[in-house]
C-alpha cells in the first residue's frame, strides 16, 4: 500500500516536469566550411546540416560572418574581402523548436592582397549634384557612378560627409545644415574587389546669408593657352590629355570686404574649392564625353555672398 502509493507520487511528478520546457535538450550547433583559408576576395560555403537538436529539431540558423555582415539559413554562402591578411571568426546560432540556443564558431583565414603586385587599385570619383554650395539647410545627391577599376570591380562605397555622418552606396543624398556659412570636406572611399581601396574629396559650402543684404564680389577668370575659349561648342580635334590653367584673379570683391572662397566646376564632373584667388590647373581626360566644357566659378565672400560666371571652355590641338 505505502510502495504503490510512492510509484503514483513519482510518476505525477515526472509527468509534471515533462510538461514544462524544463527539460528541453539544447540543440547542438556544428559549421562544415569550404575552403578554411584563401586570398582576397575569399567565397566560402557554409554549412550548418550537421547541427542537431536531440530531442526536437531546429527552426532557425543565424551566421554572423565577423565583418560585420550577418545571413542565415542552413547553408549559405559568403565573400570575404579585406587589403590585409586577417582571421575572421564565424558564428553560428541555432535555435531549437523549444527556443533554446547554442553557438560554435568557425576560424576563416582571408589573405590580403591590398594594392600590391596583381591588383590595380581603383579610382575613386564622384559627382556633386545640382552644385556643390547653396543655402542651409543644403541638400546634394552624391554620384559615384565614375568611379571604376581597371582589371576588377568595385564592391564597396563609403562616404564620410564631413559634417559627423557617414553613408554607404553608389549614389544617395544627404543634406547638410549650418548656423554659419561652412565647408564639409566629403569623402568617397572605394574598394575593389580583391580589397585595395582608393579616395576622393570635396567640398561642400553650405551658405548662412546675412540678414541684411549688401553689395556682393564680382566673379571673373580667365582660361590658359592651349585652350581657346568659343562663345559656340566648335568640336575641333583634341589629343588625350590636356591641362587648363584658370586665374581668377579679375574676380572683385565689393568694397571693404574680401573674397574668401573660390569654388572650380570643371564642367566635366570634378571640382575644386581654394581658400586663395591661386590660378589651378585642371587635367581634362580624353574619355570625356564633349569637348566642350562649362567651366564654373563661384566666390563667396565673407559677407557670405556669391557671385558665379561660366564660360564655354573649348579645346583645340
Ligand atoms: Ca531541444
Ligand atoms: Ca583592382
Given at each position: 500500500?505505502?510502495?504503490r502509493g510512492f510509484k503514483?507520487?513519482?510518476?505525477?511528478?515526472?509527468?509534471?516536469?515533462?510538461?514544462?520546457?524544463?527539460?528541453?535538450?539544447?540543440?547542438?550547433?556544428?559549421?562544415?566550411?569550404?575552403?578554411?583559408?584563401?586570398?582576397?576576395?575569399?567565397?566560402?560555403?557554409?554549412?550548418?546540416?550537421?547541427?542537431?537538436?536531440?530531442?526536437?529539431?531546429i527552426m532557425a540558423y543565424?551566421?554572423?560572418?565577423?565583418?560585420?555582415?550577418?545571413?542565415?539559413g542552413v547553408t549559405t554562402?559568403?565573400?570575404?574581402?579585406?587589403?590585409?591578411?586577417?582571421?575572421?571568426?564565424?558564428?553560428?546560432?541555432?535555435?531549437?523548436?523549444?527556443?533554446?540556443?547554442?553557438?560554435?564558431?568557425?576560424?576563416?583565414?582571408?589573405?590580403?592582397?591590398?594594392?600590391?603586385?596583381?591588383?590595380?587599385?581603383?579610382?575613386?570619383?564622384?559627382?556633386?549634384?545640382?552644385?556643390?554650395?547653396?543655402?542651409?539647410?543644403?541638400?546634394?545627391?552624391?554620384?559615384?557612378?565614375?568611379?571604376?577599376?581597371?582589371?576588377?570591380?568595385?564592391?564597396?562605397?563609403?562616404?564620410?560627409?564631413?559634417?559627423?555622418?557617414?553613408?554607404?552606396?553608389?549614389?544617395?543624398?544627404?543634406?547638410?545644415?549650418?548656423?554659419?556659412?561652412?565647408?564639409?570636406?566629403?569623402?568617397?572611399?572605394?574598394?575593389?574587389?580583391?580589397?585595395?581601396?582608393?579616395?576622393?574629396?570635396?567640398?561642400?559650402?553650405?551658405?548662412?546669408?546675412?540678414?541684411?543684404?549688401?553689395?556682393?564680389?564680382?566673379?571673373?577668370?580667365?582660361?590658359?593657352?592651349?585652350?581657346?575659349?568659343?562663345?559656340?561648342?566648335?568640336?575641333?580635334?583634341?589629343?588625350?590629355?590636356?591641362?587648363?590653367?584658370?586665374?581668377?584673379?579679375?574676380?572683385?570683391?565689393?568694397?571693404?570686404?574680401?573674397?574668401?572662397?573660390?569654388?572650380?566646376?570643371?564642367?566635366?564632373?570634378?571640382?575644386?574649392?581654394?581658400?586663395?584667388?591661386?590660378?589651378?590647373?585642371?587635367?581634362?581626360?580624353?574619355?570625356?564625353?564633349?569637348?566642350?566644357?562649362?567651366?564654373?566659378?563661384?566666390?563667396?565672400?565673407?559677407?557670405?555672398?556669391?557671385?558665379?560666371?561660366?564660360?564655354?571652355?573649348?579645346?583645340?590641338?
Amino acid at each position: 500500500m505505502r510502495r504503490r502509493g510512492f510509484k503514483a507520487v513519482m510518476l505525477l511528478v515526472v509527468v509534471a516536469v515533462a510538461g514544462c520546457s524544463i527539460l528541453n535538450s539544447p540543440p547542438v550547433a556544428r559549421i562544415a566550411a569550404v575552403p578554411l583559408s584563401g586570398s582576397s576576395p575569399l567565397s566560402v560555403s557554409f554549412d550548418a546540416g550537421g547541427s542537431y537538436d536531440p530531442d526536437g529539431s531546429i527552426m532557425a540558423y543565424r551566421w554572423d560572418f565577423g565583418d560585420g555582415t550577418t545571413g542565415s539559413g542552413v547553408t549559405t554562402d559568403h565573400t570575404f574581402i579585406s587589403a590585409s591578411t586577417r582571421i575572421y571568426t564565424v558564428v553560428l546560432t541555432v535555435t531549437d523548436d523549444d527556443g533554446a540556443t547554442s553557438s560554435c564558431e568557425q576560424s576563416i583565414e582571408v589573405i590580403g592582397t591590398g594594392g600590391g603586385a596583381g591588383n590595380n587599385p581603383p579610382s575613386a570619383r564622384f559627382t556633386v549634384t545640382p552644385k556643390s554650395y547653396g543655402d542651409s539647410p543644403l541638400t546634394v545627391t552624391f554620384d559615384a557612378s565614375l568611379s571604376t577599376d581597371v582589371d576588377g570591380r568595385i564592391v564597396a562605397y563609403a562616404w564620410d560627409f564631413g559634417d559627423g555622418t557617414t553613408g554607404s552606396g553608389k549614389i544617395l543624398s544627404h543634406t547638410f545644415t549650418a548656423a554659419a556659412t561652412a565647408d564639409f570636406t566629403v569623402t568617397l572611399t572605394v574598394t575593389d574587389d580583391r580589397g585595395a581601396s582608393a579616395s576622393t574629396s570635396a567640398v561642400i559650402t553650405v551658405l548662412v546669408p546675412p540678414n541684411v543684404p549688401t553689395d556682393g564680389p564680382t566673379a571673373a577668370f580667365t582660361a590658359s593657352d592651349p585652350v581657346t575659349v568659343f562663345a559656340s561648342p566648335d568640336l575641333p580635334s583634341v589629343p588625350s590629355l590636356f591641362s587648363v590653367t584658370f586665374d581668377p584673379a579679375d574676380s572683385t570683391p565689393a568694397p571693404g570686404h574680401s573674397i574668401k572662397t573660390y569654388i572650380w566646376d570643371f564642367g566635366d564632373g570634378e571640382s575644386v574649392t581654394m581658400g586663395s584667388d591661386s590660378p589651378v590647373t585642371h587635367t581634362y581626360a580624353s574619355g570625356a564625353p564633349s569637348h566642350t566644357f562649362v567651366v564654373t566659378l563661384t566666390v563667396i565672400d565673407d559677407q557670405g555672398l556669391t557671385d558665379s560666371v561660366a564660360r564655354n571652355v573649348t579645346v583645340r590641338n
